[in-house]
């Protein structure tokens, strides 16, 4: 199988031209980054918004890349001299050899999670509840895209029996892509709500997209679903109904959770499944993440795992990170929940604090933008007012400039222990003494607005796990 990675099966695979290089010449990973160049690898030349990698190629090559595949126009310059392999599409090539790759792995059971919410905690919960009996490979951090997740299929180690992979929709046709590639044996489905509306368009989009996904699982495969979408999946021509497993606190389902309770050591409730009843501890923070355990649950039930079993797993899980992790300092908590941010988990995040804080007047809250919302961006910062109003925490601190929405309508409708920064850079030097005033401290918003710095500067916070 190691044939596999080759320059020869590359050159096979995608139809491309060989220039400088022998076709017997093997490569020990894809990169699409020029500075994670080592030794052996194969550089993949993409072109992004911000950078085109065909700039990068002499760097890669002088790191030790064996060869670089990038496009023809490329190619056609320079390949009497440069070891290359040239394509008319370095992405869709990337694409392809992902494919080939799934195809060699015929035993191998994959996994993948979707869904508007949830998708890196649930697919971390499968693969913590799973690995305790079987070996698998699951993608790191949120490797969920259309150049990450074909890139981590190539590099994934020869022939383990079982992959846990996170699919991202940002973009119309995002999800349908990838999930042609990984044709999953099991696809999880978090739930549907509204996310990057700024590519997509409305809810309805993100529905219809996020389920093209159903027409690429395997014919034996399985599908877990919340139960509010069974009504989409239940006559799709592609799914049986006895391939569907639904979990969800209402309805008729087949895992559902009740007495749910909140504290500070995490997350208490009663799980029923097919007939099964269990107490189960997680040391997660927030409603929200039942589901996420319902959803893995799910998964551990088609393998044969008990729920005692299961319950045990759960119990030893760890938070990613940025997501409702809580630090203890002498007498004062911290909550940084601030990976990422959209309407939903940001209501969960209200909702969660609104369990934990008993007394409002010990809570300070950082609140960065909601990001890629488009034209829906003011509606629903403005009902991200009203629900931070209904939390009436002592403070709120608003960092970004879509928040300034947020802002406006808490002033307007009389909440005024409220402040608007343009930036993280713009409050660092306020962080240490707006913390000392409060017992609870809590930080929710995008990525891109970097709140982890706001941490950082009293030494909380490290960066995001590679």
């Not at 126009?73 to 009497?80: D, G, M, S, V």
């Not at 494919?99 to 996994?111: C, G, K």
């Not at 079982?162 to 999880?188: N, R």
Request: aromatic share 10%; glycine share 8%; net charge negative.
């Amino acid at each position: 199988m190691w044939r596999f990675r080759t320059i020869g099966r590359v050159v096979s695979i995608t139809g491309g031209h060989l220039g400088n290089v022998s076709p017997y010449s093997a490569y020990k990973r894809i990169r699409f980054d020029s500075r994670m160049i080592k030794e052996g690898d194969l550089f993949v030349a993409l072109k992004g918004e911000h950078a085109d990698g065909h700039e990068y190629v002499n760097d890669a090559l002088k790191r030790g890349a064996v060869a670089a595949l990038v496009g023809e126009e490329y190619f056609f310059k320079y390949y009497h001299t440069q070891p290359l392999i040239g394509v008319s599409n370095t992405l869709k090539a990337l694409w392809e050899i992902a494919s080939a790759r799934m195809q060699m792995e015929v035993d191998n059971d994959t996994i993948a999670v979707i869904g508007s919410v949830g998708k890196t905690t649930t697919k971390e919960l499968i693969s913590h509840i799973l690995s305790g009996i079987y070996t698998l490979y699951r993608t790191p951090g949120n490797f969920n895209t259309l150049i990450s997740v074909p890139s981590e299929i190539i590099n994934m180690p020869l022939g383990i029996p079982m992959s846990v992979f996170e699919l991202a929709l940002h973009e119309v046709g995002d999800v349908d892509i990838l999930a042609s590639i990984v044709k999953p044996k099991i696809l999880v489905v978090t739930a549907i709500a509204a996310e990057h509306l700024e590519y997509l368009g409305n809810l309805s989009t993100v529905k219809k997209e996020n389920l093209k996904a159903l027409r690429h699982v395997r014919t034996n495969g399985w599908v877990i679903i919340p139960g509010s979408l069974y009504k989409d999946v239940k006559d799709y021509a592609y799914i049986h109904s006895d391939q569907v497993i639904t979990f969800g606190r209402k309805g008729h389902v087949d895992i559902s959770a009740r007495g749910i309770t909140v504290d500070w050591s995490g997350t208490t409730f009663t799980i029923n499944a097919f007939g099964e009843s269990k107490k189960i501890h997680i040391p997660l923070h927030g409603i929200h993440y039942v589901f996420d355990v319902m959803a893995a649950i799910a998964v551990g039930f088609i393998y044969d795992m008990t729920l005692s079993y299961i319950a045990s797993r759960l119990e030893e899980f760890s938070p990613v990170w940025g997501r409702m992790q809580v630090y203890d300092i002498g007498d004062k908590k911290i909550v940084f929940d601030a990976y990422n941010a959209s309407p939903a988990s940001m209501k969960y995040f209200i909702q969660t604090l609104d369990k934990l804080v008993q007394d409002k007047e010990s809570l300070l809250v950082f609140i960065g933008d909601m990001k890629e919302l488009g034209k829906h961006s003011r509606k629903y910062h403005e009902e991200l007012a009203d629900l931070l109003a209904s939390l009436s925490p002592a403070k709120i601190v608003l960092v970004g400039s879509e928040v300034k929405a947020t802002y406006d309508k808490l002033v307007d409708g009389g909440f005024h222990s409220v402040e608007l920064y343009d930036n993280v850079d713009s409050i660092v030097d306020e962080v240490n003494d707006l913390m000392d005033r409060y017992s609870v401290v809590a930080f929710k918003g995008s990525r891109s607005i970097h709140l982890e710095k706001l941490l950082k500067v009293v030494g909380l916070v490290e960066d995001e796990p590679a």
